[in-house]
């Protein structure tokens, strides 16, 4: 079955940067929309940003908009999570999702498989 693992989680200061990578392995990936979300502490799984199977497409929640940029390099089966001016409020359980669809979407429900996520931490 599909396997995602993600990496590049720490504990930085806030306004600095991040980069998290989610490598696929056991199925397609070209062909396949990616999705990050997102679990702060005490609160809900919530939607980050999405990408499409080409890397073409892409949508960013409004919370982290202009801040972080999802992107894929499909000769390494990665997708790329970019944080920067990272915030306290950043501070979560980060996820990536992989969907049999071409392209990502903002519900959890779409995607199929989970990496087992990777902890943020931002100090202010």
């Known amino acids: 079955q599909v396997q995602l693992e993600e990496s590049g989680g720490g504990t930085v200061q806030a306004g600095t940067s991040l980069r998290l990578s989610c490598v696929v392995s056991?199925?397609?990936?070209?062909?396949?929309?990616m999705g990050w979300f997102r679990r702060p502490p005490g609160k809900e799984r919530e939607f980050v940003a999405c990408?499409?199977?080409?890397?073409?497409?892409?949508y960013t929640s409004n919370s982290v908009k202009g801040r972080f940029t999802i992107s894929r390099d499909n000769a390494r089966n990665t997708v790329y999570l970019q944080m920067n001016s990272l915030k306290p409020e950043d501070t979560a359980d980060y996820y990536c999702?992989?969907?049999?669809?071409?392209?990502?979407?903002?519900?959890?429900?779409?995607?199929?498989?989970w990496g087992q996520g990777t902890q943020v931490t931002v100090s202010s």
């Open positions: 056991g199925g397609t990936f070209e062909r396949n929309g």
């Open positions: 999702a992989w969907t049999v669809q071409s392209y990502g979407g903002i519900s959890p429900d779409q995607y199929d498989y």
């Open positions: 990408i499409s199977g080409t890397g073409g497409s892409t």
